[in-house]
């Protein structure tokens, strides 16, 4: 299976310019095919997002084992130190909220000329295929590979699935088939039951969401039942800042995407990593809790 997703990065890597293939390289990586995305987005439409309403404080001690971190320009210039080395995944589409009509109906929200300015490896942006805003969203992802083709930069598509629809692979088949077809160079997605139906009938690497909050052994699982059916890597967010035990989490999390490490192993590291780790977020966010934990629409 690794070989077979290895051979699909390779392959679509070998058409493309240099500047497409370098950035791409820093979020998939070449050695083995994988990527441990670590996503930060969450406020782009729910605000203060339980744990990351100090962003700079949930994001910084994460940092070194993240391959790529995924977040809005808003997040990156005021919590990411310009001089940190790890690649930016920065999400291009929003201009809605929790509280507002239709978060499908979003459009896309920072230009290609600030992308380059930020210096982005890639661009994020969701798809809401299926719902009333379809058409919109995936014209946006339609014009975005367009301006990110022109400059060599990557286009993450995130398969967001609205609260009506069933997260089942006939569904997810379908909207990372689309996503693809229209030019996504990653695609972002939901692990499910047959999740290797999703990725035989679609030609670019796909990554997985975590989701809600789980305990952290079932968040392991999650993860290496999708790297062991074909995911390249996760975009996982809460699953491990919400942890109490951020550091551990993403160190198990790495341990599965680039070590080959069962969800056992992995939570064997875990459990002695939690011993050290000192970015423990009961000590780190002393703040008094105005935010409830809010499960995304998506979950
Ligand atoms: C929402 C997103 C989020 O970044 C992503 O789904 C969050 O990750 P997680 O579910 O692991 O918290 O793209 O559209």
Known sequence: MKLYI???????????????????????????????MLAVDHGYFLGPTERLEVPRRAINPLLPYADSLMLTRGILRTSVDPKCDVPMVLRVSGATSIIGEDLSKETITTSIEEAIRLNASCLALSIFVGSKYEHQTLANLAKLV????????????????????????????????????????????????NFEQVVEGCPVPLIIAGGKKLPELEALKLAHDAI???????????????????????????????????????????????ESDKSSQKERHKVVRTTVNQSMPFD
């Open 146 to 193: 367009d301006e990110g083709e022109k400059y060599g930069i990557p286009v993450l598509a995130v398969t967001a699935v609205g609260k009506e629809m069933a997260r089942d692979a006939r569904y997810l088949r379908l909207a990372c088939r689309v996503a693809a077809e229209l030019g996504a160079h990653v695609v972002k997605t939901y692990y499910c039951d």
């Open 6 to 36: 290895i051979k699909i990065a390779c392959v679509s890597l070998s058409t493309m310019d240099w500047g497409m293939q370098n950035r791409l390289a820093k979020i998939i990586h070449p050695e083995d095919g994988r990527c441990l």
């Open 228 to 274: 062991t059916h074909g995911a390249a890597g996760v975009d996982m967010g809460r699953n491990i800042w919400q942890s109490d035990w951020p550091v551990a989490m993403i160190k198990s999390v790495q341990a599965i995407v680039h070590k080959n490490a069962d969800a056992e192993e992995a939570y064997g590291l875990f459990l002695e990593e939690k």
